[in-house]
């Protein structure tokens, strides 16, 4: 399921309860809340794009290829609301802050050689003989295991 559908009817002229209870993060931000609707949007749009690439025989280089690029631009833009998010974990209940700091923990891993062009932990650049994003085939996965 898109993650739009979720919602199953359309509200017209909600009122301010109605938009919370639909959106909770809506009382941190409207922005923030915004944000996280695009990188739902860009998460559905990666999907299909990996379902369809996989799918194809032989296999669809351009279309996985977009899952590719769009993936970068969700990772960073994922890994800016959670790190928002932490900044301001008071406004957050306890659980919820701690799973943000964890969930900002594997971001960071993943997001290091995407944004930094860097190797993780080092300041050295990842080299021009990398894959950019290691597919796996027989898995229909864009981030397969590396070695």
């Known amino acids: 399921m898109?993650?739009?559908?979720r919602f199953g009817e359309c509200l017209?002229?909600?009122?301010?309860k109605q938009m919370l209870e639909r959106d909770p993060l809506?009382?941190?931000?409207?922005?923030?809340?915004?944000?996280?609707?695009?990188?739902?949007?860009?998460?559905?749009?990666?999907?299909?794009?990996l379902d369809?690439?996989?799918?194809?025989?032989?296999?669809?280089?351009?279309?996985?290829g977009r899952a590719d690029t769009l993936m970068w631009f969700w990772l960073l833009g994922a890994?800016?609301?959670?790190?928002?998010m932490h900044q301001a974990k008071q406004c957050f209940s306890g659980r919820l802050a701690a799973d943000l700091q964890d969930l900002?923990?594997?971001?960071?891993?993943?997001?290091?050689?995407?944004?930094?062009?860097?190797?993780?932990?080092?300041?050295?650049?990842?080299t021009s003989?990398?894959?950019p994003s290691g597919w796996d085939y027989s898995n229909r996965d864009l981030l397969g295991k590396r070695s």
């Open 79 to 84: 890994y800016e609301v959670v790190r928002t």
């Open 104 to 126: 900002k923990k594997h971001l960071a891993r993943a997001r290091m050689p995407a944004a930094k062009m860097e190797k993780p932990g080092r300041r050295a650049p990842v």
């Open 129 to 131: 003989n990398r894959s």
């Open 12 to 16: 017209f002229n909600p009122t301010e």
């Open 52 to 64: 369809q690439g996989f799918s194809a025989e032989p296999i669809h280089g351009g279309v996985i």
């Open 26 to 49: 809506l009382a941190f931000s409207f922005y923030l809340s915004g944000r996280v609707l695009v990188l739902c949007d860009l998460a559905d749009e990666i999907v299909a794009n």
């Open 2 to 5: 898109k993650y739009l559908e």
